[in-house]
Every structure is written in structure tokens, then in C-alpha cells.
């Protein structure tokens, strides 16, 4: 996807940043006032979506940030000394079931004489 890549949604801002420049200096030249030209829904559309481009921007570094952390703590942990071979037995005698709890339960037979008959 296109719109999740850094250099698509630059290429989005950069466009939109001169479509704006074109468009204030078109509407200064035809000597609107700036407070007027504040309230131009063109000048207002690619303004908030510059602004939009720069949240998703934000997004983009986060994300990368987060994945060049998971990477080095990936890194961080091939590099560190495997387990004794004891330390493994010690875990994997842990994590064992007991062997009273492993079969199915079998159901109480009922004592009571009177049902039978």
C-alpha cells in the first residue's frame, strides 16, 4: 500500500503545499483580505490536509521507531548466552502435569438402595 510508504504521502504534502502557495497568491492578487482568505474553503480543505499528512507522518516514524526497537531487542536476545541444560530441566519439570489429574474422571456410583429397586 502506497499510502502507508514515507515517500508517497511526501510527495501527497508537497503537492498539496503548492496547490495552497498557488492558491493564496491568486486570491491576494485579486486583493482579498488575509482574514477573508482564511475563510476560502479551497485554502481550508488543503490546509487540513497537509495537516492530515503530517498526523500520518507521525504514525509512519512511530511505527518504523517501534519496529527498529523490536528489532534490536530481537538482535539482544540471538546474541545473549543460550540456558544451561540444567536451567531447561529445571523449567520443564515445572510445567508437568501430575499424573492424577491426566485421565478422565469416572462417575460416582450411587449408593442409594432406594433408586436400584
Known amino acids: ?3 502507508k510508504h514515507r515517500q508517497a504521502q511526501n510527495g501527497r504534502k508537497v503537492s498539496f503545499e503548492r ?3 498557488n492558491r493564496l497568491a491568486l486570491l491576494l492578487s485579486r486583493g ?3 482574514r477573508e482568505i482564511d475563510k476560502d474553503a479551497l485554502v ?3 490546509r487540513a ?3 492530515a499528512i503530517n498526523n500520518r507522518l507521525k504514525t509512519i516514524d512511530a511505527n518504523e521507531k517501534k519496529t527498529a526497537e523490536l528489532a534490536r531487542m530481537k538482535a539482544e536476545r540471538a546474541a545473549a548466552p543460550p ?3 540444567e536451567a ?3 523449567e520443564s519439570k515445572i510445567k508437568e502435569v501430575p499424573a492424577e489429574g ?3 474422571k469416572k462417575k460416582k456410583e450411587d449408593n442409594n438402595p432406594a433408586k436400584s429397586e
Request: proline fraction near 8%.
Open 19 to 21: 496547490n495552497l502557495k
Open 102 to 104: 491426566k485421565g478422565k
Open 83 to 85: 540456558k544451561a541444560p
Open 44 to 46: 481550508k480543505k488543503l
Open 88 to 90: 531447561i530441566k529445571e
Open 32 to 34: 482579498i483580505e488575509p
Open 49 to 51: 490536509n497537509i495537516e
Open 1 to 3: 500500500m502506497g499510502s
